[in-house]
């Protein structure tokens, strides 16, 4: 399987769901068993500080899509 980068959105239903069901499990479990990386970008432009942070699960299709459809 490729990489791929998904943007999710509520209406996306029962994958939204799942993708959500996933992290609520990660986030119990302190993230075991999942390989979870973090990125965290500060910008502070015309008198405006904004930060985005990101978390990334690799590897999650089973978990995703356990019949492989």
Do not use: H
Request: net charge neutral; with cysteine.
């Amino acid at each position: 399987m490729g990489t791929r980068v998904i943007a999710l959105k509520k209406n996306q239903g029962g994958l939204y769901e799942r993708v959500e069901q996933l992290f609520e499990q990660a986030i119990l479990k302190d993230f075991k068993g999942l390989i979870k990386t973090e990125y965290r970008l500060s910008e502070n432009e015309r008198g405006r500080a904004e930060t985005r942070y990101c978390q990334i699960l690799t590897n999650i299709d089973r978990e995703i899509d356990p019949a492989g459809e």
